[in-house]
């Protein structure tokens, strides 16, 4: 690193990285480099803030062979994804048209039948409806790209033996939480993404599938062997039998799996983008996802209230400490609609991580937002890149301790 760059306040970017960094996030923009450039056709970016103020905003790669990323480049969040879905659904409730310890049935009634008229809000929100299972609703791959479909088969179906305990609801959460939606306010969860989210933030970068003509948001293409080894015939043999397993692994599989629900990752433009998947299928910048979760952190954006100061405290709040029962008994602590983790830099946040490892996170005490996304989903890194939150965090908060006042960051920023 040059002494001009730390003259400046901002930190030297390595070689293939843009953007700009307060000089104390230095070891993070190192890390970001090795472990996210230098991937063919793949990048990535992440933005750290402060109270809403941008420490760092750097990106690199490709989003696609030949197409360098961008600041507005979007990549497929997966379940980092749900974050979003469940913000929707606390605009609501901070506007009074639901109640966390409300039946769902309450407010949709096609829900209220098979056993779930005592299921509330909250324990969708917490994956305790027992409702992860995905072969109970759905065939193949045709029925999962149905999203309409998807919701009118979980409000008719009947809970399963978790119902009240901890189980990651993998792919229906989102149908689940965009059933409810629909039926208070008509809209679809995309509408709602849009709305309640995008349009209040001031920001483009958070779309539910495909953003539309003429948004700046770009979509990186997926990258690497996707889910090819479910096709494999050692795959396909495993999660063909895996589904009857009792525990956790067969809850795992059954909350994942059916034959062929690879394909919707598969091709140019895979299937994925063109549903509306409120667990799985959202399209967000690293800027926006920071933006969204500077907000849920203290509830304001930009000087103007987004959330009330109660139901900020509502989703601060650890519901379950319980083990889940589909990831594997990890301990989860899950948030309404979001989780924290028991490691360094993220036990007393809160937010979502995707598959592939791209998160949102808040860590309100320090006044800190996260947005990590990339494209890279690959067997031969795939454990690393899920667990990427686990090297970012701890050098957020280690670099959120050097930063100059609000002000100094400021101004070195607006200088780059």
């Not at 700009?20 to 970016?45: C, D, H, K, N």
């Not at 109270?51 to 480049?73: C, K, M, N």
């Not at 409300?102 to 209220?112: K, N, R, S």
């Not at 001031?202 to 990186?220: E, F, K, M, V, Y």
Request: with cysteine.
């Amino acid at each position: 690193m040059s002494n001009d760059a730390f003259s400046s306040g901002l930190a030297a970017m390595p070689e293939g990285v843009r953007g700009s960094a307060v000089a104390g996030f230095a070891p993070l923009v190192r890390a970001f480099a090795t472990f996210v450039g230098g991937r063919p056709g793949a990048g990535g970016s992440l933005t750290v803030m402060r109270h809403g103020e941008p420490l760092v905003d750097i990106w690199t790669g490709q989003a696609s062979p030949g197409t360098d990323w961008t600041r507005d480049t979007g990549a497929i969040v997966f379940s980092a994804t749900k974050g979003v879905a469940a913000t929707v659904v606390h605009r609501l409730a901070d506007r009074g048209l639901l109640d966390y310890d409300a039946p769902v049935a309450e407010y949709w009634p096609d829900f209220g039948v098979a056993g779930k008229e005592r299921i509330t809000v909250r324990r969708l929100l917490t994956h305790r409806a027992g409702l992860s299972s995905l072969p109970s609703i759905a065939v193949g791959a045709d029925d999962v790209l149905d999203h309409e479909l998807m919701e009118q088969r979980l409000a008719a179906a009947s809970p399963d033996r978790l119902l009240g305990v901890p189980a990651y609801h993998a792919l229906t959460f989102g149908w689940l939480l965009a059933g409810l939606a629909r039926a208070i306010t008509g809209r679809s969860m995309a509408e709602l993404f849009r709305i309640e989210v995008a349009e209040p933030l001031g920001i483009d970068g958070i779309h539910l599938g495909r953003p539309p003509q003429g948004s700046p948001t770009t979509i990186a293409a997926l990258t690497g062997s996707r889910l090819s080894a479910v096709r494999a015939p050692l795959g396909a043999m495993f999660f063909g039998h895996a589904y009857g397993i009792p525990g956790t692994l067969g809850a795992a599989t059954r909350s994942l799996f059916l034959p062929g629900v690879e394909t919707i990752l598969e091709g140019v433009e895979p299937p994925i983008l063109d549903t509306e998947m409120g667990a799985g299928n959202g399209v967000c910048t690293a800027s926006a996802l920071a933006t969204l979760y500077s907000a849920l952190g203290d509830g304001m954006i930009g000087g103007r209230r987004y959330l009330s100061a109660r139901t900020v405290r509502a989703l601060r709040q650890v519901e379950t400490y319980r083990l889940d029962r589909t990831l594997f008994y990890m301990p989860m602590m899950w948030h309404l609609g979001y989780h924290s983790m028991p490691t360094t830099g993220s036990r007393a946040g809160f937010g979502h991580i995707g598959l592939g490892g791209s998160f949102g996170w808040a860590e309100p005490r320090q006044g800190l937002s996260v947005g990590f996304v990339h494209n890279r989903l690959h067997g031969s890194r795939f454990a690393w890149d899920q667990i990427a939150s686990s090297w970012i965090l701890p050098l957020v908060v280690r670099g959120a301790r050097a930063v100059p006042p609000l002000g100094d960051v400021n101004e070195s920023l607006g200088a780059a």
